[in-house]
């Protein structure tokens, strides 16, 4: 890579000290050989550039391939352990069909309640609010304050104050269990 950099700046140092040399006082012959050599130099100096570029998106591309397959590891990862939670857990308690039909006119009749304040609702299950909170906490360290707010809370450009607090509520109720 140093070896593409060294020769692309030679290059162009060549290419510009023929282009003056042609410019000053020197015979008829000298201006021609001067114009001639910065020509070329110029013209190396374009298809070394070209390999330098395409070298360098080649190390991009490769560097955004290996940042894919690191997440596509860390969800597999993820779905892996949540598997195996459910294989040692199981299935949700099974209640009694009575006791089943009561929890769910209660729940029903909770929801369809008019005055219900949903606004500040966290999610129910202890399950998912703390899966939430560590996915939270991973893409923290990952990629940063900005992008939780923005692209997870959805709660950007404006509402960055609001996205700001609710994110605040998510890692403190993290740290108040204990996840």
């Known amino acids: 890579m140093a070896d593409r ?11 510009t000290a023929f282009w003056l040399t042609a410019l000053s006082p020197v015979p008829a012959i000298a201006k021609g050989i001067s114009y001639s050599l910065a020509l070329v130099a110029s013209v190396q100096l374009v298809q070394e550039s ?10 991009a591309a ?9 997440q596509t590891e860390f969800a ?3 779905q892996q352990q949540e598997q195996a939670l459910y294989e040692v857990y199981g299935d949700a308690p099974t209640y009694p069909k ?3 039909e009561e929890l769910t006119t209660s729940l029903e009749h909770l929801y369809k309640e008019p005055s219900a304040d949903r606004s500040h609702e966290l999610q129910t299950s202890t399950s998912v609010t ?16 900005t992008h939780v707010i923005e692209d997870v809370l959805r709660l950007g450009g404006g509402q960055w104050q609001k996205g700001k ?15």
């Not at 490769?62 to 690191?70: D, F, G, S, V, Y």
């Open 76 to 78: 597999l990862h993820t």
């Open 165 to 179: 607090q609710r994110l605040q509520q998510i890692l403190e109720e993290g740290q108040r269990n204990g996840w």
């Open 130 to 145: 703390k899966d939430f909170y560590l996915a939270v906490k991973s893409l923290l360290e990952v990629k940063g304050e």
């Open 62 to 70: 490769l560097a955004a391939m290996n940042q894919e397959l690191e």
């Open 50 to 59: 070209r390999r330098l570029i395409v070298q360098d998106a080649r190390r």
């Open 98 to 100: 009575e006791v089943k």
């Open 5 to 15: 950099w060294l020769k692309t700046n030679c290059l162009l140092a060549s290419a």
